[in-house]
């Protein structure tokens, strides 16, 4: 899995969550092999991925841009990039930014709560904005950790 490897995890941790919901309203557990799985092992598991992306991990690093005190600064996404139109406020054409797209310095505009692709097979996140398949955002790997969050406000509430 070269790419974006934390789309497999939001939405593994939110089919989890969602399936140990079933089996606690259906009274249910779910056997694999010979291991059996109660609706609150596969909330454990999914909790520890969720707690992964947001800095349980071996760098400590939250995958979620502004979650925590160390987080992705050079993600790859052109509003991030850019500089914002104070500090630069003649139009910048859709065939320019590349000297703020290969620039080394941290983005200027903070992407809060976006979810990146997230490290390597070997736990390795270089925040280059340059490697998009760390480094960029998507929905595919944002929306599920909405669900997962969501999950886990509503059942501390209850």
Do not use: W
Not at 77 to 91: D, E, F
């Amino acid at each position: 899995m070269p790419d974006s490897n934390l789309q497999y995890v939001t939405s593994s941790s939110f089919l989890l969550f969602t399936y140990a919901k079933y089996l606690s309203s259906s009274k249910h557990v779910v056997t694999c092999g010979s291991m059996t799985f109660s609706p609150k092992r596969l909330r454990t598991i999914a909790k520890r991925q969720v707690d992964y992306i947001l800095g349980d991990n071996p760098l400590k690093m939250s995958y979620m841009v502004g979650y925590g005190s160390h987080y992705p600064n050079r993600i790859h996404h052109r509003g991030s990039s850019l500089p914002c139109k104070a500090n630069h406020p003649q139009p910048i054409p859709c065939s320019a930014g590349f000297q703020s797209l290969y620039s080394n310095a941290p983005n200027p505009n903070i992407l809060v709560g976006a979810v990146v692709g997230g490290p390597d097979s070997m736990d390795r996140f270089p925040d280059d904005r340059n490697d998009y398949e760390q480094s960029e955002p998507s929905t595919y790997i944002n929306a599920p950790l909405v669900g997962s969050l969501a999950y886990l406000v509503h059942s501390t509430r209850s």
